[in-house]
Nanobody, 119 residues
Framework: QVQLVESGGGLVQAGGSLRLSCTAS????????MGWFRQVPGKEREFVAA???????DYADAVKGRFTISRDNAKNTVYLQMNSLEPADTAVYYC?????????????WGQGTQVTVSS
């Protein structure tokens, strides 16, 4: 069972920045595809960004050009740098991991970290 622990959420003003971190317990972290999702109350969880084991990245249209996903395999950690934050980015952000080589499914999830952007 892979355990994921997120950190870095908080309250920030519109236009500001935050960096989320997610550390995994899995020793083969470097072979996993890692992702970030977010969810607001009453809505479905939505994809934000992902990075593969070969460092290919993918982003939701809503965050392209503002968010950057990266990983440090030596630290078993994936990051989400969020710049030019908007009130619409307010959500609980979840880290996710999967050993799958294809498809959009993720098998392991963190507990979530709250990001609140004030106007």
């Amino acid at each position: 069972q892979v355990q994921l622990v997120e950190s870095g959420g908080g309250l920030v003003q519109a236009g500001g920045s935050l960096r989320l971190s997610c550390t995994a317990s899995e020793q083969t972290f470097s072979t996993y595809r890692m992702g970030w999702f977010r969810q607001v109350p009453g809505k479905e969880r939505e994809f934000v960004a992902a990075v593969s084991w070969v460092l290919a990245t993918d982003y939701a249209d809503a965050v392209k050009g503002r968010f950057t996903i990266s990983r440090d395999n030596a630290k078993n950690t994936v990051y989400l740098q969020m710049n030019s934050l908007e009130p619409a980015d307010t959500a609980v952000y979840y880290c996710a991991a999967t050993p799958r080589r294809s498809g959009g499914l993720f098998d392991y999830w963190g507990q979530g970290t709250q990001v609140t952007v004030s106007s």
